[in-house]
């Protein structure tokens, strides 16, 4: 009955906001102090080492990504490798540095949900990983929120 479907569908966007009101999408970066990314250097297998004796860096790290002009990167390195949120900041056409991308990671590889996000703030992209890294599926937003595209079988 058309009752029960308009219940449905006020219970799924109220559940859309409180969604969109719980995600840590922090649109500035604090001001960074420690290491930057461009004070360690990275092996070819992908290992970020510390430039004086070439051990695995361990720390927190932040500062703009090396051939990405524009983008500055925190996180934390655990034996050379990401671990724990990694936040990607990004200037807009106009100067505003916004949150581009938020993502886990554990022990080097990408695990949970990475999100990517509008210079608004609104969210563009969930990519969900595997514990092994492995991409499970995708949802793909518009700017107005609405899913465009949605390969996840739980949603």
């Given at each position: 009955n058309l009752f029960t479907v308009m219940k449905k569908f006020v219970f799924v966007v109220m559940l859309a906001f409180l969604w969109a009101g719980c995600s840590d999408n922090t649109s500035s970066r604090s001001e960074w102090s420690g290491p930057t990314l461009s004070e360690v250097d990275q092996t070819e297998d992908g290992i970020y080492v510390s430039p004086d004796d070439q051990a695995p860096f361990s720390g927190q790290v932040g500062g703009e990504m090396p051939g990405q002009s524009g983008q500055f990167v925190e996180g934390e390195l655990i034996d050379g490798k990401w671990n724990g949120p990694v936040k990607i900041y990004q200037t807009d056409d106009?100067?505003?540095?916004y949150l581009r991308k938020a993502s886990?990671?554990?022990?080097?590889?990408?695990?949970?949900?990475?999100?990517?996000?509008?210079?608004?703030?609104?969210?563009?992209?969930?990519?969900?990983?595997?514990?092994?890294?492995?991409?499970?599926?995708?949802?793909?937003?518009?700017?107005?929120?609405?899913?465009?595209?949605?390969?996840?079988s739980d949603t």
């Open positions: 106009e100067g505003r540095e886990e990671y554990r022990n080097g590889v990408l695990v949970g949900s990475a999100y990517t996000y509008y210079p608004d703030g609104g969210t563009l992209a969930e990519i969900r990983y595997t514990d092994e890294g492995l991409v499970d599926c995708a949802i793909n937003y518009d700017e107005d929120g609405n899913v465009t595209r949605n390969s996840c």
